[in-house]
């Protein structure tokens, strides 16, 4: 179809695919908001019950509240998370990886405003325990914690992981899933959130990496570049060519491809 079309049509039909998928991915946490707005009975008990256990446990164990608030709040805090996106971004951007870094840049920046617009339009209010073991400003639906871990691991993730050694991926994306899983436990472990808001923030952010994504995978298509997986990041060039700040990845790429094309042309003329 792509090859009897003209490229307004091909650029249409990915608009529609990538409006149509992103739907899909905001589908889960649909389902989640509406489960939360309507009190659903067996969701209520869920929270109540492991807020209530955890809590029982933090207070048992005083030490490892201590644990809980440094992982929380330092190691896979939104500030730790936004400071590692934003050296990237400075990072692609004196690498003139322009686009690359607008797309990661948009996708942590939309993921803020996202959840903040979803904190204050479903109002949920924070677990409220007896002899509480922290604190948390604002509403509850969805975590905020987790939906930056979200964001933020997928946005290092997919720009990285090109520069990462095949027998190291794995690791990356266990070390990824462990922030993002770990931050919503810490959440739950010190009674600030419910599960079913970490699941939201979880949800909601999948959906917001998701939509730039596919924008970023339509403009690839738009000028002619192969379709890449989430094993491969974003942008596969980066691992064949590192720009020098004058150069755009794309352009060193093209570069290295047009000196090897020349090298083999001098060898069958010989």
């Known amino acids: 179809m792509s090859a009897r079309t003209g ?3 091909r650029f249409g039909m990915r608009l529609v695919a990538t409006s149509a998928a992103t739907a899909l991915a905001a589908v889960p946490f649909s389902i989640a908001l509406v489960l939360v707005e309507s009190r659903w009975p067996p969701l209520r008990r ?3 019950g492991a807020a209530e256990w955890l809590h029982r446990t933090a207070l048992d164990h005083p030490a490892w509240v201590r644990v809980l608030e440094f992982l929380t709040h330092v190691a896979w805090g939104p500030l730790t998370m936004r400071l590692l996106v934003a050296a990237v971004v400075v990072w692609l951007l004196w690498h003139r990886a322009l686009r ?3 797309w990661a840049a948009v996708t942590a920046v939309a993921g803020g405003l996202v959840g903040l617009l979803a904190k204050n339009a479903v109002e949920r209010a924070r677990p409220h325990l007896p002899d509480p073991v922290s604190q ?8 905020g914690h987790a939906m930056t871990a979200t964001t933020s691991c997928a946005v290092l993730l997919l720009v990285l992981l090109p520069l990462v050694p095949r027998a190291w991926r794995l690791p990356a994306w266990a070390l990824a899933v462990a ?3 770990g931050v919503g436990g810490t959440r739950v472990a010190l009674g600030v959130h419910w599960v079913s808001d970490v699941v939201g923030g979880w949800l909601l952010g999948l959906a917001v990496v998701t939509a730039t994504t596919l924008a970023f995978e339509a403009w ?4 002619g570049r192969p379709r890449t997986t989430p094993a491969q990041g974003l942008e596969p060039e980066l691992v064949t060519a590192h720009p020098e700040p ?3 990845v794309g352009d060193a790429a093209t570069s290295a491809h047009r000196s090897t094309a020349q090298i083999d042309e001098r060898s069958a003329g010989r």
Not at 136 to 143: I, Y
Not at 220 to 223: E, K, N, S, T
């Open 179 to 181: 922030a993002v899983l």
């Open 136 to 143: 948390a400003p604002g509403f509850s639906f969805p975590s």
């Open 100 to 102: 690359l870094a607008a």
């Open 7 to 9: 490229p307004d049509a």
């Open 46 to 48: 869920l929270d109540q």
């Open 246 to 248: 004058s150069a755009g």
């Open 220 to 223: 690839r298509g738009d000028i």
